[in-house]
């Protein structure tokens, strides 16, 4: 779980993101889950803190979990404990072992209402005297917003007037996805969050990214980057499909998901992102959330603008029944809130993102022509009239047999190898610096500007 990897980070550096200048802070950490009780919660959030316990136990820090609900105690705390046995351990936990990690679990883990800004103000109280009596030094405190955006603003308001730790503790707040209801609310929820939340107290989540297989995408493709670079490129891979299937409906979850549909809930985040880390260029360390971050974006910029025949959306037949049932509606109430959709889209051509530059060097029948691009550089060397085997690594990494001559006053490149008509030729007119490269079929042209 994407929470593990997170909640460990902080832990380890003191809240902090990164690594901290000074000593690691370590103490109490207070965990409190608002929305407890959901079904992120119940599917996803509580298997992640208990393996984050298993992880953290003897490592410095103590903690407490809090399940939080608009529910009163009493109503809700039998099905928070029901959550909570379903744990499990990993497999090489032996048995007597898991027990006694999920008994522990379960003494430390309570369920708080948390309705009003006085439930907020008495769980602080609760968690000052909690390590008053145990005579321990705080750590910080994470509240994992698992609700609907437009519920963000009020709880992180009540947190900020209430439940700030003062001193050295940190404070951080995890908001999951969607984040807004689109670009232009979105924009407003983040400038009220500043209201009540500093940039480094907020962490803005998908909790997709953190399921093993979405996970290992980019370090599989580090790892078989050998065999996997001559093949991952459009003249191997005609078209990619990704694909989400769900085997369980809606039910109890009407509130949230009819406000925001399919669409909102797994395709602009989930699969989105997915998406972007099949077809992004490698970042050079993966480590670097900037540098994915820029990769990403580049997919972005490359995108197509989608037309109405290439999108695709539907209900499954049962939704509507449930609808009426969980909001209270009747039979003539009908939801146009898609539960299935289906996109098909495609990237411009790579070549407008290239931004290519070329250096040409002669020295008398020898050329030596250097490219620069956003993506690649790359270099040819060749004698003219010298037939010289060469592998395309600036293009598709393909083994041809190239030989360049002159045709009047252009430079003609004639490439034999699995692909026909395969060559490119380059001539000079005026300032500019003609290229027509040929393959098959195809054909693509290409003008440089002199610049010295």
């Known amino acids: 779980m994407i929470v593990l990897l997170l909640l460990v980070t902080l832990c380890a550096h003191g809240g902090k993101g990164e690594e901290s200048a000074g ?32 992880h953290q136990v003897g490592s410095g820090n103590t903690f407490s979990f809090y399940g939080g609900g608009l529910s009163p105690a009493d109503a809700a ?46 769980l602080a109280e609760h968690i000052g005297r909690e390590l008053q009596q145990e005579g321990i030094t705080e750590a910080g405190r994470l509240f994992y917003l698992s609700l609907p955006a437009f519920a963000y603003v009020d709880v992180a308001d009540k947190i900020n007037r209430s439940c700030r730790p003062t001193g050295g503790p940190w404070l951080r707040v995890v908001l999951e996805k969607p984040f807004g209801h689109d670009i232009r609310s979105a924009e407003v929820l983040a400038t009220q969050l500043e209201g009540s939340l500093k940039d480094e107290e907020m962490y803005r989540i998908d909790h997709y990214l953190g399921k093993q297989v979405v996970a290992k995408i980019l ?98 037949q049962a939704y509507q029944t449930t609808v009426q049932q969980e909001t209270n509606k009747t039979k003539d109430h009908v939801s146009r809130t898609p539960t299935y959709a289906g996109i098909d889209f495609a990237t411009r051509k790579i ?28 270099e040819s060397l060749f004698k003219i009239g010298e037939e010289v085997k060469e592998v395309t690594k600036g293009m598709d990494n393909r083994t041809c047999h190239t030989v360049v001559n002159w045709e009047d006053d252009k430079l003609v490149c004639v490439q034999k190898g699995e ?34």
């Open 419 to 452: 692909k026909k008509n395969r060559g490119w030729t380059h001539w000079i007119h005026g300032d500019e610096l003609h290229l027509e490269l040929t393959c098959e079929d195809q054909v693509c042209k290409q003008i440089y500007k002199r610049t010295l």
């Open 219 to 316: 370090p599989f493709r580090v790892e078989n980057k050998k065999f996997l670079d001559p093949i991952w490129n459009k003249h191997h891979i005609e078209r990619v499909e990704i694909v989400m299937k769900e085997t369980l409906d809606v039910k109890g979850r009407i509130s949230f998901y009819d406000q925001y549909g399919v669409i909102r809930d797994v395709l602009q985040n989930h699969l989105t992102e997915v998406m972007t880390l099949l077809m992004m260029r490698l970042p050079t360390n993966l480590s670097s959330s900037e540098e994915i971050l820029q990769r990403k974006l580049q997919i972005f910029s490359s995108m197509l603008p989608l037309r109405k025949n290439q999108a695709v959306v539907g209900q499954y």
């Open 77 to 122: 705390t039998p099905a928070l404990f029901e959550i909570l046995k379903a744990v499990s351990c990993s497999k090489d936990a032996s048995e007597e072992r898991c027990a006694l990690l999920k008994e522990q679990f379960l003494r430390l883990a309570r369920y708080r209402q948390l309705k009003t800004l006085e439930d907020y103000q008495a």
């Open 351 to 378: 070549a407008s993102m290239l931004k290519p530059q070329k250096v040409i060097k002669q020295d008398g029948d020898c050329f030596t022509i250097k490219t620069f691009t956003t993506f690649k550089n790359y």
């Open 23 to 54: 000593a690691p802070r370590s103490g109490h950490v207070s965990v409190v889950i608002v929305g407890g009780t959901g079904d992120l919660a119940k599917k996803y959030l509580w298997q992640g803190f208990f393996e984050l316990y298993v």
